[in-house]
């Protein structure tokens, strides 16, 4: 089932070190924001593999919005 | 003597450096990017010029924008502030080539106090004590192994070209070394450009105490006395007073002479603050800020001295305005920062619109605030909202009065770190003036 990853704060996107396909594990970095000066990441919710990445570095991204889904 | 200062800067401290801009008589212009178009820091100044978008990389943190705006604007001279470009000394060499005087240190000082494994050679070398560590960054995580096994774990890894917190590592056995080496010099890289690292004792309930001191272009070093700063979190101070409670007068005395002996050892000139970490061991020099710290209006308060005025004068090639004897510590003065914060998701940033903004005023209170009613707190900087000041007769009334001011305080729009702020002010260890660095990510002050 695909499931779609949801930024949990308000931010812009600073990384991206996950690409379509890549696998991943409970808690693993999908994108990082930046905030207020702080890197935060997007953790994936569950095992799985990257299915799209939504957004691109430098985006603004708000609390709630789909960052990317996984499969 | 200077005319006209630009404010390279934005939010509290822009306001209050053009505060002591009409405290001195000069003219003050503002720099702003699209998302502070009505920022009141543009409304405070004679002029205020547009730098670039919302990103600080394109506006706040661009040298050619500000140097071009200074020009157009007319100004003679640069406040950097804290933060942003206060502490790039490319960007202090540009004014200086731009003729604009930079209100600040040498840009020499500036570079050799920015890299951090030299500024402890520098220390070191006039007999400042320092962290048992690797002079030098180490070349690996093999190098790394060696040095924390000579001094012993815990060991923290710092980038050396760092600052902030960025690039730092705690390694509490050889076994995590590998995993934190990797973390530390990719940050550091991704921060700094920089991957160097280095490595140093770990001290484990440690006190920051730091000292403020300021030099003219004569070679006149003073002190102004000494702040405690321990109650951090993520490397970021929130609690902030002076004097130091609780502190060994010999160890004050040993602080305060070696921050005297390590500015004049680099010839530094302007406002600056060492930072020491004291144990009951003795104390040893961190870092040195080259700049106005964000807490500098707790010196103020308790020295009656206005920093930013002497900063302008001595900058304008005027001579200290103080000799060390008339510098002397009345009363106290604690300082929080009002964050924008949400406890609640363990210190989140939490941008928005500030919908209500109250702010206590009373007798022995000040407050520094870079937000008013209807601000929009945006994620592109720092989440600092307003500090508040409170000053007693003794630390027990400055106390006092804090508790009552955050009481107080009423910020709706955002979540902020006010309850932490109002469990510190109430909580009895310290009430008692008990305080070290790791209180408040151990949970000392949960609710």
Redesign the interface.
């Known amino acids: 089932m695909p499931e779609e990853i949801k930024a949990?704060?308000?931010?812009?996107v600073f990384q991206i070190p996950t690409k379509p396909g890549d696998k991943v594990g409970a808690g693993d970095p999908v994108i990082v924001l930046?905030?207020?000066?702080?890197e935060?990441p997007v953790e994936a919710p569950r095992a799985g593999s990257v299915k799209e990445i939504r957004v691109r570095e430098?985006q603004?991204v708000q609390e709630g919005e789909t960052v990317a889904v996984l499969e | 003597m200077l005319r006209t200062v630009l404010v390279a800067n934005r939010g509290e401290i822009a306001r209050r450096i053009v505060r002591g801009c009409r405290a001195r008589g000069l003219g003050a212009v503002a720099v702003y990017s699209e998302a502070d178009r009505d920022a009141p820091h543009v409304k405070d100044a004679d002029r205020a010029i547009a730098i670039g978008p919302a990103p600080a990389r394109e506006s706040y943190l661009d040298i050619e924008r500000i140097i071009a705006a200074a020009r157009e604007s007319g100004a003679d001279a640069v406040h950097p502030g804290y933060g942003f470009l206060s502490e790039n000394w490319r960007f202090a060499e540009a004014c200086a080539r731009a003729g604009l005087t930079f209100i600040g240190p040498s840009p020499e000082a500036i570079r050799a106090m920015g890299d951090k494994t030299e500024a402890r050679r520098r220390m070191a070398a006039v007999g400042v004590p320092i962290v048992p560590g690797s002079p030098d960054p180490v070349a690996d995580a093999a190098a790394a192994a060696r040095v924390a096994a000579g001094i012993g774990y815990p060991v923290i890894l710092k980038a050396a070209a760092g600052g902030g917190g960025i690039g730092m590592a705690k390694v509490t056995k050889e076994s995590e070394l590998a995993a934190a080496w990797a973390t530390a010099t990719r940050r550091a890289q991704a921060a700094f450009g920089r991957a160097e690292v280095y490595v140093e004792r770990y001290v484990e309930r440690g006190r920051h105490v730091e000292v403020q001191v300021f030099g003219d272009a004569k070679g006149a070093v003073v002190h102004m006395h000494e702040r405690e700063c321990s109650l951090q979190r993520r490397h970021q101070k929130l609690v902030e007073e002076s004097p130091a409670p609780n502190l060994d007068a010999a160890v004050k005395r040993g602080l305060t002479e070696a921050a005297v002996a390590g500015a004049r050892a680099i010839g530094y000139t302007n406002a600056g603050t060492l930072e020491f970490l004291v144990d009951e061991r003795g104390f040893y020099f961190l870092e040195m800020n080259t700049r106005l710290q964000v807490e500098h209006p707790v010196t103020e308060e308790v020295t009656g001295l206005d920093l930013v005025a002497a900063q302008l004068d001595v900058a304008g090639g005027a001579a200290l305005p103080w000799t060390q004897d008339a510098i002397r510590q009345r009363g106290a003065a604690v300082e929080v920062r009002v964050y924008a914060e949400d406890p609640a998701k363990n210190f989140l940033p939490s941008p928005g619109t500030i919908t209500r903004l109250g702010l206590p005023r009373g007798e022995g209170l000040r407050i520094e605030s870079g937000v008013v009613e209807g601000s929009v707190v945006s994620v592109h900087y720092d989440p600092l909202l307003f500090k508040l000041i409170a000053t007693g007769a003794d630390r027990a009334q400055a106390v006092a009065r804090l508790a009552g001011a955050l009481e107080a305080c009423e910020v709706e729009g955002v979540k902020t770190t006010l309850p932490l702020l109002r469990r510190i002010a109430a909580h009895p260890d310290f009430r008692r003036g008990v305080v070290d660095t790791q209180m408040v990510e151990q949970g000392a002050f949960n609710a």
């Open positions: 949990h704060i308000t931010g812009v930046e905030s207020m000066k702080m935060i430098g603004t």
